[in-house]
């Protein structure tokens, strides 16, 4: 079954740190770009990050510049998001995704164009307290 799996979520105060990872299986990543989304409730999804298949290229939302790292580990097929100084205005359900399409994923990370991506997670949850 071809699925990608967020893990590493949990409740941390306000300042603590957390990282994510998102892990594929039944195919490798090595070809696509991944981007991180987030859906706080109540609210629309907003792009977080994203990283280009060799990990040369990354991008962040103004919101967690600064704060968050995206990397790669193609050989553990597996991509991470480091998230330093959380706030509680980063609780939300955390997602990742696969697309071929390096320039469309981060255009979509931005905001600036909304397609079908070719693989998404089903979300870790990052609760942050105050």
């Known amino acids: 079954q071809l699925q990608l799996v967020e893990s590493g979520g949990g409740l941390v105060h306000a300042g603590g740190s957390l990282r994510l990872s998102c892990a594929a299986s039944?195919?490798?990543?090595?070809?696509?770009?991944i981007g991180w989304f987030r859906q706080a409730p109540g609210k629309e999804r907003e792009g977080v990050s994203c990283?280009?298949?060799?990990?040369?290229?990354?991008n962040y939302a103004d919101s967690v510049k600064g704060r968050f790292t995206i990397s790669r580990d193609n050989a553990k097929n597996t991509v991470y998001l480091q998230m330093n100084s959380l706030k509680p205005e980063d609780t939300a359900v955390y997602y990742c995704?696969?697309?071929?399409?390096?320039?469309?994923?981060?255009?979509?990370?931005?905001?600036?164009?909304?397609?079908?991506?070719?693989?998404w997670g089903k979300g870790t949850l990052v609760t942050v307290s105050s």
């Open positions: 990283i280009s298949p060799s990990g040369g290229s990354t």
């Open positions: 039944g195919f490798t990543l090595v070809n696509y770009a």
């Open positions: 995704a696969a697309d071929l399409a390096v320039q469309g994923m981060c255009a979509m990370v931005e905001g600036l164009i909304s397609y079908g991506l070719d693989y």
